[in-house]
């Protein structure tokens, strides 16, 4: 298959945030079978790690020597740096040569939901993400259930013999593997007592002995002394687990209403491979399904694949360095920082009147520097003043118009409407052909086209990719 | 008429009459269809961050509110007393003659079971109606909308928030309330040219259930609520003496779009900032001052308008606060606290059940008899006039107050 503009544009936009003006001149002499092995190649490679605080979290005997004002400025420093990582990763997004590990990093970022307060808690779980975004799903959830940052939000740090808390092994199977309706409450209980002791010590993994509950338990229907890891293995064993991911996967994807044939078969190939996630997303992009026209322009884009998206088709520098934090918080997903453990729910639930006018009038913000005038809600946390309404009165950014521009010296109005829309918008707009015009009335080539962009970007199918 | 024309000759200037939906067009004539729930309307005000209920309510009687709180105990003899066991913060000092005159209900140890200490988490708790172990992901508003609307009422200002964005409670599966400061702001964020245009452009979408369809049809509705409310409210500006704050300029907000009859069932509007882990006597005392002089204002003004009877305001915070002060004279995150209900319709007013009992405390937190759905359910039963049930998901008991 020889893939269109639009639907090149479709690998990029699904398989990362958005192909740039570069990016998609770049494709257009390449194979696709080629490009998606590349694109998850590059993926499957260690990351570097991003690093935006160097030391590490204090140890129980370490903190101890610290005083009250102490711990409270390390405990403030570790958090106010949260949303300086959301910021970095956010530009990694943006500017990564491997866009899909990023995607895919994003993706288990909202399935493996965690709140941060620690940045060097949310650096190694972050590397973690990265690392293993293409990698081995049942070599991620090993490694996610001895994550420190994991343990904390899950509470698995006060998981112990004589007082089990369940919350992670609840969560567990229920949005990280199994999903409602495969497990029993008992199961829960029994499987809750396995991962007693398993806590965070500074920012390694400790298994507390003598909280560890080492009776017999009865999981699944068989009795053992089983450990963390062996339930686990059990979980992993069942093919719901295959199935849970793959649909959660083909929703982020591909389509948030699942077409259940393709995802059997697909979660079937997924079981055999053993949890390979690389073969599952290759095999994904690659099918001439994900290219078909119901995919295409269909998904409403997630406040980070909206802010990232745009910033790549711009080539765009925000003034602000928390800029695009903002963004995320009025429209209501902060990277970091998921509404609840079950992360974000996506789809339609973006959209309501506020969060609409304030997509469709963002390039109104950001192209034009109007002022904003829209305030967060107070944080009700005395302990986050980071994240106090900070007083945001413009989202001005450096735009690089040059590059584009220059493409279009020689070309009508019309040309240059046709060209951009075919780039900035997946799915046309039923309008008028005349309609735009009545708008855009700069006569002057960079004014006009600058006006040209500002209106497709406004148009509700920008929100759509 | 071809499209071309229907859009040379109407759509920069009016909306034509041909292919506008329904709701546009019923909008446009400023005739709204009969909506559920009659004339009644709900005010929910939500204190943010854990407001301190045993400082609210004051328990002056018990010993051991001031054994446990020396340094931030309200003194007997500064409370305003409402019974022989409970008084008023002093700083509500604007609530008594609402109090005075039946207008007001007190409901002691409000919660759930197995508490969340958490704002956030709480918080969801609160909006969304759920259990503490349960994740919902539409508020219990928003399920009221989605109840009644039952799909055929187009009207995102069914309910409005006074904000920038929108709170969970607002939002249902189906429909959603609208977020705006004030009706000026909203109608100028829609006055672009470009987007009067698009927003005529939802019935190319009119029967599709595509994601494009959704985000016209959202477009258009708030295009045209804005304009509606708008219209309605030009003219009114209420000579009231609301506070010159933020908080007071969100209720004034609200005591006029109330007076424009613009058939919104749910108001919600926030003040924030009682989270007060350190030096609380100050912080609190100023935001319940603010809050008791919007409120005084709000009833003052809907009372004058005859509007009172048919109106029910709800105030509530995630979380009460430990019993015991800290080491820095404020109070730590708690679980049950109280709510008021504030209103001209009240079958029962004064204190309606049994005031804290601070010695009988789980892990030092107050425990909770009435759970806080109880509440919801009616107000939604017999406020509104609906079946509680299907929003709240289960039953719960119903208490006397309305």
Same mark, same amino acid.
């Given at each position: 298959m020889k893939p269109t503009q639009t639907q090149w544009q479709h690998l990029y936009w699904r398989a990362g945030f958005g192909a740039s003006w570069a990016d998609l001149q770049k494709l257009k002499q390449r194979n696709l079978q080629v490009e998606v092995r590349r694109l998850v190649n590059d993926g499957q490679k260690e990351p570097k790690k991003i690093v935006l605080l160097q030391g590490q979290t204090p140890k129980l005997a370490e903190a101890k020597q610290l005083s009250t004002a102490e711990k409270k400025a390390l405990r403030k420093k570790l958090r106010l740096n949260v949303p300086k990582l959301n910021a970095a990763w956010i530009q990694e997004m943006q500017h990564s040569s491997s866009p899909l590990r990023e995607k895919m990093a994003f993706f288990w970022h909202t399935h493996f939901a965690c709140k941060h307060k620690n940045v060097y808690y949310a650096q190694i779980q972050l590397h973690l993400l990265r690392k293993n975004a293409l990698g081995n799903f049942r070599e991620m959830l090993h490694a996610i259930a001895k994550d420190p940052a994991m343990i904390t939000f899950l509470n698995n740090q006060q998981n112990k013999k004589d007082q089990p808390n369940e919350n992670f092994a609840r969560e567990l199977m229920e949005l990280f593997t199994l999903g409602r309706g495969n497990y029993t409450e008992q199961d829960i209980k029994e499987s809750a007592r396995a991962f007693t002791g398993w806590a965070a010590h500074g920012d390694d993994f400790l298994f507390r002995i003598k909280q560890h509950d080492f009776d017999s338990k009865t999981f699944f229907g068989k009795t053992g002394n089983f450990h963390g890891e062996d339930i686990i293995e059990m979980i992993l064993a069942k093919k719901e687990t295959a199935l849970f991911i793959t649909n959660k996967l083909y929703k982020f994807l591909v389509n948030e209403n699942i077409n259940q044939q393709l995802t059997g078969r697909l979660a079937d190939d997924f079981y055999q491979s053993n949890y390979d996630i690389a073969k599952l997303v290759e095999q994904m992009l690659v099918a001439d399904w994900f290219y078909a026209p119901e995919n295409i322009g269909t998904q409403i884009k997630s406040p980070v694949q909206l802010l990232v998206g745009m910033g790549k088709q711009l080539g765009m520098r925000f003034g602000n360095e928390f800029s695009p934090l903002f963004i995320q918080k009025i429209l209501g997903q902060v990277i970091f920082d998921p509404?609840?453990? @079950?992360?974000w729910k996506g789809g339609k639930s973006w959209i309501d009147s506020a969060t609409l006018m304030f997509r469709l009038r963002l390039p109104e913000f950001i192209i034009k520097a109007a002022e904003i005038g829209i305030q967060n809600k107070e944080e009700d946390d005395a302990q986050k003043e980071d994240l106090k309404g900070n007083g945001f009165r413009s989202l001005s950014a450096e735009i690089h118009w040059e590059v584009i521009l220059d493409l279009f010296k020689n070309n009508s109005k019309k040309q240059i409407y046709e060209q951009m829309q075919a780039y900035l918008l997946q799915t046309n707009p039923q309008?008028?052909?005349? @309609?735009?015009w009545t708008f855009i009335q700069a006569s002057q080539t960079e004014e006009q086209f600058k006006e040209i962009v500002a209106w497709l970007l406004a148009m509700p199918e920008y929100q759509l990719c | 008429m071809k499209r071309r024309e229907f859009i040379k000759t109407s759509a920069l200037t009016t909306v034509g009459t041909l292919w506008v939906p329904a709701f546009v067009k019923t909008l446009e004539n400023n005739t709204l269809p009969k909506t559920v729930g009659g004339n009644k309307s709900l005010i929910i005000i939500q204190l943010g961050g854990g407001n301190d209920g045993l400082n609210t309510f004051v328990p002056f009687q018990n010993d051991i509110y001031y054994r446990e709180r020396p340094q931030i105990a309200i003194g007997t003899s500064e409370v305003i007393k409402l019974n022989d066991e409970l008084g008023l913060n002093p700083a509500l000092e604007s609530l008594r003659s609402i109090y005075e005159d039946g207008n007001m209900l007190l409901i002691n140890n409000v919660g759930y079971p197995e508490?969340?200490?958490s704002h956030f988490r709480s918080m969801d708790i609160w909006q969304s109606a759920s259990d503490a172990s349960q994740y919902l992901d539409t508020g219990w508003v928003g399920r009221y909308l989605d109840a009644t609307c039952g799909g055929t009422c187009d009207m995102t200002h069914q309910a409005i928030e006074i904000d920038d964005t929108l709170s969970l409670a607002m939002k249902g599966e189906n429909i959603k309330g609208m977020a705006m400061q004030s009706a000026q702001k909203l109608y100028r964020t829609t006055q672009s040219n470009q987007m009067k245009y698009l927003a005529k452009q939802a019935h190319h979408h009119e029967h599709a259930h595509s994601p494009a369809a959704y985000l016209y049809k959202t477009l258009a509705q708030t295009v045209s609520s804005a304009a509606y409310i708008q219209e309605k409210t030009k003219n009114i500006n209420t000579k009231a003496d609301f506070p010159q704050n933020e908080f007071g300029k969100r209720l004034k907000t609200i005591s006029e779009l109330l007076q424009a009859d613009l058939q919104t069932r749910v108001y919600y509007a926030s003040l924030s900032?009682?989270?007060?882990?350190?030096?609380?006597k100050n912080t609190q005392e100023r935001l319940l001052k603010i809050y008791a002089d919007a409120v005084q204002a709000l009833v003052a003004d809907l009372k004058k308008n005859g509007k009172l009877a048919d109106v029910l305001i709800l105030t509530f915070s995630e979380f009460g606060r430990r019993v015991k002060q800290n080491g820095s004279a404020g109070t730590d995150h708690g679980t049950a606290n109280n709510v008021w209900l504030i209103g001209g319709g009240l079958k029962k007013a004064g204190v309606f059940n049994e005031a804290p009992n601070l010695s009988n405390l789980q892990e030092g937190d107050l425990k909770h008899s009435v759970d806080f759905r109880s509440i919801y359910a009616t107000i939604l039963s017999?406020?509104?006039?609906?079946?509680?049930k299907i929003i709240l998901g289960k039953n719960f008991e119903k208490l006397t107050f309305i």
């Open positions: 509404p609840n453990v @079950a992360g309008l008028n052909q005349q @309609a735009p | 508490p969340d200490r900032g009682f989270d007060t882990h350190v030096n609380q017999k406020h509104f006039g609906v079946d509680d």
